[in-house]
């Protein structure tokens, strides 16, 4: 389509626009620049269409959800979501990828289907009530009607965001990218120091090497100080981490305060809405002196107790859509300004006391800019929802977050070891998470854990840094691929799946189903006009015991290989 923006149509009756087509380079993209005069409406609005075709799914970061209806409605903001949208045809690819360069202030994207034409009509709305009734607004609106991978297409706007909006990856530590045990699903706060230090030293045995300590250590929201009845001494507990050889993280609701903590009277008048029974609410980081405090809360944390970074929880909660009224005190009008204000603020304090931390956000406030401000990207709480976990590992390497990490693997001790294997497998495209009572184990699950841990680590380079390609978002993604110099790892989410192979020089095949094969259709142009190619090919099961190894034949086209259900098969190619 020459006009990627058909029918574009100025929504803000008060503020004349003005667009244009700006320089994309070499890019198969078109985008547009809208300039929006001054004028006393507080949000602008337009909308433009495009045609309905060969349009089978959709893609946003909204979860699988999306998938259920061609219409969306997508919020966005600082600190919730990207403001991106893919519609993906009949073979997979992206056929048409919008996005606005709008990351930080408040803004909706709708899209709805016109049954008439038919089009689908986008909408975008942005709150710009911080500027003046004289300034300009200007947005960019990306549009890209190629038809290409879905991790390309979101990898240029990904590319794109970090040009025009700064939205670049601060330094990831080595650490973000092994496996990491949390006390969260393990133990729901009922913890004592002594039966932390436990857990870890078993989570070390079976390949953790970070741990995060998460709620249930504070007396209350807000005061943050330490529950000392359960643990006695927090720099001690951290010390005794250090000695296991693993990190250590401390859980933070950065966003929350409680009623009933010794700083409420304090902050009672600095807060944007109650979140909780009347128990919980959330702070309003226009406040100079709310962020102080946040702030200096962390940095004393960081300098008496030695840790390694913070898990800070909830951020997506300052993104609030009600009133919020300019008071006195406030230094900001914007609470997204804010928001950046305080992270910019507490990664550049905290990174002055000690390099290399560790930060963790969620997937809820995964948007573009915050990659500024974060280094551990983690999948939404989903206890033991192997299709949640898979998803939101894919959805966060689509854009461009580079230390995924999935949400904490759960499972129910009582079910079959190849179960408990699908949780971890689920996982293995992002740094794992592991939340499991090891000491309360079976040991065949054990044995599971320890092998799909170590496994995920040692092959972290080409599972976490290769290049990743998810297929078929229409089939929840049902085999994700990795590829690093002549290494390729494949895994296949689905018996129903057929997995392409295009490269057996060294191919790792994990069946992450039920089943006990996994199918490929292996391309005849690796054949070179033979009837087939010799590989040793080596299987294990769920556990990591040889199942076997020989040299087998591999002929073009569709076949089937004798997997064990969350077991592997390594194929390289002798001749």
């Known amino acids: 389509m020459e006009n990627g923006l058909k029918n574009l149509e100025n929504l803000s009756s008060s503020r004349e626009m003005r667009a244009e087509r700006a320089d994309a380079g070499s890019s198969s993209a078109q985008i547009w620049t809208l300039t ?71 803004a909706t994207l709708s899209f709805s289907m016109l049954e008439r034409t038919p089009d689908i009509r986008a909408t975008v709305t942005v709150d710009v009530s911080d500027l003046s009734p004289e300034e300009e607004y200007r947005i960019q609106v990306y549009i890209d009607t190629a038809a290409q991978p879905l991790c390309e297409a979101c990898g240029k706007v990904s590319a794109w965001w970090a040009e025009v909006a700064g939205a670049v990856q601060c330094p990831v530590p080595e650490a973000a990218y092994l496996p990491l045990y949390s006390s969260w699903y393990s133990f729901h706060g009922d913890f004592t120091a002594e039966k932390i230090v436990r857990e870890c030293a078993l989570a070390k045995e079976i390949g953790a090497e970070v741990f995060i300590l998460d709620d249930g250590w504070e007396k209350k929201y807000g005061d943050w100080t330490v529950l000392t009845r359960k643990i006695p001494d927090m720099k001690q507990l951290v010390a005794d981490v250090h000695r296991l050889g693993m990190k250590f993280l401390l859980w933070y609701a950065v966003s929350y305060i409680d009623t009933r903590s010794a700083e409420w009277e304090r902050f009672k008048d600095m807060t944007l ?19 102080e405090y946040l702030i200096s809360t962390f940095e004393t944390a960081l300098r008496e107790w030695d840790l390694d970074g913070f898990k800070f929880d909830f951020i997506q909660h300052f993104d609030y859509r009600g009133e919020k009224p300019v008071k006195p005190g406030m230094d900001c009008v914007s609470v997204q300004d804010a928001v950046e204000r305080l992270l910019s603020d507490a990664y550049a304090r905290l990174h002055a006391i000690k390099k290399e931390l560790l930060f963790e956000f969620r997937q809820t406030y995964s948007a573009p800019a915050l990659k500024r401000y974060a280094n551990m990207f983690r999948v939404s709480d989903c206890a033991c929802m192997v299709m949640m ?57 054990r044995k599971v854990s320890a092998f799909w841990l170590h496994y995920a680590k040692e092959n972290r380079d080409i599972l976490l840094r290769g290049a990743f390609r998810p297929e078929s978002v229409a089939d929840h993604f049902a085999c994700l691929r990795a590829d690093r110099g002549e290494r390729t790892v494949i895994a296949v989410y689905s018996p129903a799946r057929v997995a392409a192979i295009d490269r057996i020089a060294d191919t790792t095949l ?57 077991g592997l098969i390594r194929i390289r190619r002798v001749r």
């Open 273 to 291: 809405y109650e979140k909780y029974k009347r128990e919980i609410f959330v702070l309003d980081p226009r406040f100079p002196e709310v962020r």
């Open 389 to 445: 976990n898979r998803w939101g590992i894919t959805e966060m390497r689509l854009l461009g977050n580079v230390a995924v990490h999935s949400d904490m693997i759960m499972w129910n001790p009582e079910d079959t070891a190849e179960n408990a294997a699908l949780q971890i497998l689920a996982c293995l495209f992002g740094t794992i998470q592991y939340s499991m009572r090891i000491e309360e184990l079976p040991e065949r699950h």
């Open 36 to 106: 929006f005069r001054g004028g006393a409406e507080e949000k602008i609005s337009f909308s433009f269409d495009f045609p309905f075709m060969n349009m089978e799914a959709v893609w946003c970061p909204a979860g699988p959800r999306a998938l259920r209806d061609l219409s969306q409605v997508l919020d966005s903001a600082f600190c919730t979501k990207a403001p991106i949208i893919a519609y993906c045809g009949n073979g997979g690819d992206a056929v048409y990828t919008a996005a606005i360069s709008e990351v930080r202030r408040d």
């Open 510 to 566: 994990i069946n992450a189903t039920a089943s006990g094969e996994v199918t490929v259709r292996t391309d005849p142009s690796l054949f070179g006009g033979a009837a087939y190619a010799e590989a040793d090919c080596e299987t294990l099961d769920c556990t990591g015991e040889v199942v076997s190894r020989e040299r087998r034949r591999l002929y073009p086209g569709v076949t089937s290989l004798p997997v064990p259900s969350a």
